[in-house]
């Protein structure tokens, strides 16, 4: 059944976080700010690539930067993707912290070259001489009705290349953090943005990476911006998600409850490393686990999740992992786009099935 | 074939090579010239794997190398730049260690030879120059650094040649584009290789200055780069230079050119040996003598001896950098698949 993304229910609001530094703002506002930030902390951090300038990115995540920071740290390129990313190396090479941007997913695909033969080598082919601290941001997923190419899952792609890690934010307050994190590390860093999620609001505690306590689970990590989160606690089972997936396995769990489902939900937050402890904690103790992802089945990261769950869980699960994904179809067009991406009656079926899996 | 001086600057210190600088150019053509045809000996001898030869490209490589600035400068090459690695005084040893397949991107430090890791997918520095010279303009260096980038007839078809010249010619970045036209890629020739009748020619469709050069005459080469390098310092942009040269050997120690092309043609198209023209043009002019060029053949085969010790005392890298190199930091999964692969393969 479609329905739409829905603003988190679970990750409260302005009114319930009280302390001062928690503002309420859009994913976009958040990364907006983040870059703002980076911008000003370091001197040698540069965002360039297709109308990130003046027209401040067709998502306006870039949006008065140029204007603030000059034309010599935010600017425009030619329209290619490949230059911009094979400028980021030189860049890098330079002492510059390069943070590019392909204006979508699927205009990754004619810069896989500089992504995935320069910039995830130079670093082992130098010996540690020619570090490639680049965050290439790349509006990602669908959900946004747009024309081919503009809605792609590269993530199993990304994570798949030695030399790259990949992360992707679920929220406005994870998008602040992680960003501002990525945008400070030495290695190349691709930092997957669900585009469907750019406009929804929530709380963003800039003082603190920590997570703020939700209303019902009382979740909080400690501040940890290198591995997963749970955003939900249960104890019957696992919801294994990343990006927009993780709004709409929360809503799941809303509903699950409602028959008596107790479901816990882990944002995976990083898909490269990705954080095997967190699945053992979270899996060894619910015994059950659905990958919800919105790429194609086939080779998808749900695979690896799966396999890292069977590794630290198999004497103790009650029933192999299940996958509930998009299928192996090309991304399909605005209108189909609903019978793709995962829905909440599909994630239902993939609790049920891992619910009343029994043993042959 | 004659250089045509389009170039916006001059370089004021543009005097004529000294006769000592004459004698530098040509000892250093006949190290290079000495290494190469040493190292497919190796190739043959199994010292070494594979080897990618530049003989005849002495003049096109010596020549622009000499003109890089160690200081300021940076060159980005693709796998056949041996001469420019030598003209720059780089580590011979470390720089042949990719062809002995010790390391996929030499045992050299780029950042202190200004000369980055060799690259096989021709035209992907290409790029990388391009931002790095952008990094110089945006720095703001009194003294600004230039960023050269070689490649061939054969690489000038890639997409990424037209994104570099695009990109650089919009944003006014000092880097020169060097290629060494030899007239092959691989089997192909150039006439089947590049349109529009020269890779000098299509610069003029994006604005940029462009050179077409006599490759096989060692100063007219030096001559080009030093004013080229002039141009881009002034902060005048980008400059294309294209050496006229000759592949005179195979494309690689794999390679069997007998496929493509006979000795006849290669003896007509290749003309005159560049080592033996400058060779020529050195006694005509007075500059060395007989014992001069006899000493530069000894001291050549003395450091190809030197290079081919070294090569040899290369041991196989340890293991563990396979893992430790990947990531500045490294992940949680990898540091766990270097444990499992040290247990596994020492049997602990």
Redesign the interface.
């Known amino acids: 059944m479609p329905e739409t993304i829905t603003t988190d229910r679970s990750s409260g609001n302005s009114t319930d976080t009280g302390a001062a530094n928690v503002q309420h703002m859009s994913m976009q506002q958040a990364l907006n700010r983040a870059l703002d930030e980076v911008l000003a902390e370091n001197p040698k951090t540069?965002i360039f690539g297709e109308d990130c300038g003046r027209l401040g990115g067709v998502f306006r995540i870039t949006d008065g930067l140029q204007a603030k920071h000059g034309e010599?740290r935010v600017f425009d390129?030619?329209l290619?993707e490949?230059?911009i990313?094979?400028?980021?190396?030189?860049?890098?090479?330079?002492?510059?912290h390069?943070i590019p941007e392909v204006q979508f997913d699927g205009f990754a695909y004619p810069a896989i070259?500089?992504i995935v033969?320069?910039i995830a080598?130079?670093?082992?082919?130098?010996?540690?001489?020619?570090?490639m601290p680049i965050t290439l941001r790349v509006p990602s997923f669908g959900g946004i009705r747009a024309p081919e190419h503009h809605g792609e899952s590269l993530e199993a792609l990304f994570a798949h290349v030695?030399?790259l890690?990949v992360v992707s934010p679920s929220n406005p307050h994870d998008a602040y953090h992680l960003l501002k994190y990525a945008a400070t590390?030495?290695?190349p860093v691709i930092f997957m943005e669900p585009k469907s999620r750019y406009w929804q609001k929530g709380p963003v505690d800039v003082a603190s990476a920590a997570q703020r306590p939700t209303h019902d689970a009382g979740v909080d990590d400690g501040g940890s911006l290198t591995g997963a989160r749970v955003v939900r606690e249960g104890r019957h089972l696992t919801l294994v998600a990343w990006g927009a997936m993780v709004s709409r396995c929360l809503q799941v769990a809303e509903l699950a409850a409602e028959d008596g489902i107790d479901v816990e939900v882990l944002d995976l937050r990083w898909l490269?490393?990705?954080d095997?402890d967190a699945l053992a904690r979270s899996v060894g103790k619910t015994r059950r686990a659905v990958v919800v992802h919105e790429a194609p089945l086939t080779s998808g990261l749900g695979a690896e999740v799966a396999q890292l769950i069977t590794q630290s869980c198999f004497a103790t699960l009650k029933a192999p992992v299940e996958r509930v994904t998009g299928f192996d179809v090309p991304y399909p067009s605005g209108d189909l786009e609903d019978e793709y991406i995962p829905n909440i009656d599909r994630i239902l079926f993939g609790i049920q099935r891992v619910l009343e899996y029994r043993r042959g | 074939m004659t250089t045509e001086p389009v170039l916006a600057a001059v370089d004021d210190d543009a005097a004529p090579l000294t006769h000592h600088q004459l004698r530098e150019l040509y000892t250093l053509m006949a190290a290079v010239r000495h290494l190469d045809s040493s190292a497919v000996a190796w190739q043959r001898q199994g010292i070494i794997p594979g080897y990618a030869p530049e003989l005849g490209q002495e003049a096109a490589q010596v020549g622009s190398g000499y003109a890089v600035d160690r200081t300021r400068d940076f060159v980005f090459p693709t796998y056949r730049e041996m001469g420019v690695a030598r003209a720059m005084g780089l580590d011979m040893v470390g720089y042949m260690s990719t062809h002995k397949a010790t390391w996929h991107g030499g045992m050299y430090n780029p950042l202190e030879s200004r000369f980055a890791p060799i690259q096989a997918v021709v035209a992907g520095s290409v790029l990388h120059a391009v931002g790095w010279a952008h990094g110089q303009t945006l720095s703001g260096a009194p003294e600004m650094g230039v960023a050269m980038t070689y490649f061939g007839d054969g690489a000038s078809s890639q997409g990424d040649v037209h994104e570099a010249m695009n990109f650089a010619a919009v944003m006014k970045a000092p880097v020169v584009f060097f290629i060494q036209n030899n007239g092959w890629a691989i089997s192909v020739p150039t006439e089947r290789q590049v349109a529009g009748g020269s890779v000098a020619a299509r610069a003029a469709g994006y604005g940029i200055p462009s050179l077409q050069i006599d490759g096989n005459d060692v100063v007219a080469v030096f001559e080009a780069t030093r004013s080229a390098f002039a141009h881009c310092r002034a902060g005048n942009g980008p400059v294309v230079i294209e050496a006229m040269t000759y592949r005179r050997g195979p494309h690689s120690t794999a390679d069997d050119p007998g496929r493509y092309r006979t000795l006849e043609e290669e003896r007509l198209d290749g003309g005159e040996d560049p080592l033996e023209r400058f060779k020529q043009r050195l006694l005509a002019e007075g500059v060395a003598d007989a014992a001069f060029f006899a000493e530069a053949q000894r001291a050549a085969e003395d450091e190809e001896e030197a290079i081919r010790a070294g090569i040899a005392d290369l041991g196989p890298r340890p293991g563990a950098e396979m893992f430790s190199l990947v990531f500045q930091e490294p992940t949680p999964a990898l540091q766990s698949q270097a444990t499992s692969w040290r247990e596994e393969s020492e049997h602990a």
Do not use: H, W
């Not at chain 1, 080598?121 to 570090?131: D, E, F, K, V």
């Open positions: 540069v010599e390129t030619p290619a490949s230059g990313l094979g400028m980021s190396v030189g860049l890098a090479m330079a002492g510059f390069p070259n500089q033969c320069q080598r130079m670093n082992y082919r130098s010996r540690g001489t020619l570090p030695p030399g890690k590390r030495p290695d490269k490393p990705i095997a």
